[in-house]
């Protein structure tokens, strides 16, 4: 165990779990590699989620943060506050949300307890609809609407919460159901809900779940899911962390696949906007968000230097189509890795868009997931210099591939090689 493992261990919480059985210090990055404290690179392709939406140490951005650090660093709520103001107005803009608002926090999770704030005060009630399976935050509020047990510590959530079906195809009783038949067994079980329970305030929902293993349910069932909440009057909230921003490449929200039923009432972002820098938000339409009537202030949300962070790495991706290079390489990426797994009985299915990539492992010969294979796969590609996600749902069995948007197509073969290599070997 290194010097810097031991001290973590002794002083952090046990929970706070790292990967690899070595844990990993990384020390910078370029691009989309990065260097850890004995000199070795590696090829980042979970970086992307994380924190680093464009590329690591991007010039534009590290020259837009160490300027406004130069300048000012003051209260963001009780002055006028120009950066603010304009990131606001681009997010607003792409957002698709008529009438947009937009209120910034320093996390996804802070983003999500925002918009149960305003929904439970909008609607009058406490009730919130979740998928299984999904993950939205570490706040008492956001644990008490995540499906997902492995991240919901406690179940004394000042919240109702009632679960649906939705975002995993490949267990529980839906499972291996064509796209038609799912989404009518989904739609059925939200009308069979809402029929037998007072109206719950909104529905929250990931569009591709993300800790949970980049799964999802078919194109469309969103869209389904919002003409029934439509007539019993629940909002619909799109947890667009991990999903916005083009990830998915198809669609620069992950909502829009979801057909003409959208946009949702309220969106929420955070993770990489601001490529390091915290930024989270809410967007939701001026009636819902002016629907409190006290202030609710922020005292980091939206300070100078994250905003113009957010503004510089904002301005990049758009300038540079990274949503178009997501769906190019992305569908590369995963032809790739198709082709691989058809040759792999250890792997179930490769899944997902753009550059959100999940690979489900699977015992050999069975349905029956193999976290055991996962952490091996993991492991294996570490030590060939590429860092990769896992995640799944009671067992963390499936890979997650979400490299940093500005992914070459030659950084992606060479990934795709590691990752077959390290396939193979857990076979
Ligand atoms: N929602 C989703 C979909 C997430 O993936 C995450 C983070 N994994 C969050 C919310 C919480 O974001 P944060 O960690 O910034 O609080």
């Given at each position: ?14 929970w ?122 570490r706040?008492?509020?956001?644990v ?6 492995g991240w919901s510590p406690t179940s ?272």
């Open positions: 165990m290194s010097d810097l493992y031991a001290r973590h261990r002794a002083v952090l919480p046990d706070l779990a790292l990967y690899y059985e070595d844990p990993i210090e990384i020390t910078h990055g370029e691009g989309r590699h990065v260097w850890d404290a004995d000199g070795r690179r590696y090829l980042d392709f979970f970086g992307g989620i994380l924190t680093t939406m464009t590329a690591h140490a991007l010039p534009e951005v590290t020259k837009a943060v160490s300027e406004q650090a130069g300048r000012i660093i003051h209260s963001s709520t009780l002055y006028l506050n120009r950066p603010m103001v304009e990131l606001a107005e681009r997010i607003a803009q792409v957002s698709g949300i008529p009438d947009a608002r937009v209120f910034f926090t320093t996390s996804g999770t802070e983003a999500n307890d925002t918009a149960l704030l305003l929904a439970t005060a909008h609607r009058r009630s406490n009730a919130i609809l979740a998928l299984r399976n999904s993950y939205h935050g706040s008492f509020s956001t008490g609407i995540t499906g997902n047990r004394l959530s000042p919240l109702q919460t009632l679960y649906v079906h939705g975002g995993v195809r490949t267990r529980g009783p839906f499972a291996d159901l064509d796209d038609d038949a799912f989404v009518a067994a989904c739609t059925d079980d939200l009308r069979d809900l809402l029929g037998h329970t007072r109206p719950p305030a909104a529905l929250i929902a990931e569009p591709v779940q993300g800790v949970g293993g980049f799964t999802s349910g078919p194109d469309g069932l969103l869209g389904a899911f919002r003409e029934i909440l439509r007539e019993h009057g629940v909002l619909w909230i799109s947890d667009e962390v991990q999903t916005g921003w083009g990830r998915t490449g198809d669609h620069f929200w992950g909502w829009q696949a979801h057909g003409q039923n959208g946009p949702p009432d309220m969106l929420t972002f955070a993770k990489g906007v601001g490529n390091g820098m915290s930024i989270g938000g809410v967007v939701a339409r001026a009636e819902i968000m002016n629907c409190l009537d006290a202030n609710s202030i922020s005292t980091f949300g939206g300070t100078q230097l994250t905003m113009a962070a957010g503004l510089a790495n904002l301005a990049y991706l758009l300038e540079h189509d990274l949503q178009g290079n997501a769906r190019r390489v992305g569908g590369l990426l995963i032809e790739r890795l198709r082709a691989v797994a058809a040759q792999l009985p250890g792997v179930r299915e490769v899944r997902g868009r753009g550059l959100m990539i999940g690979v489900e492992m699977a015992v050999p010969g069975t349905d029956r997931a193999d976290p055991r294979a996962a952490a091996a796969v993991l492991e294996a590609a570490r030590a060939d210099g590429l860092l990769i996600g896992k995640g799944g749902g009671h067992d963390t069995s499936a890979l997650r591939i979400a490299p940093p948007l500005s992914l070459t197509v030659a950084e992606a073969e060479e990934g795709a090689a590691i990752l077959e290599r390290a396939l193979r070997s857990a076979q």
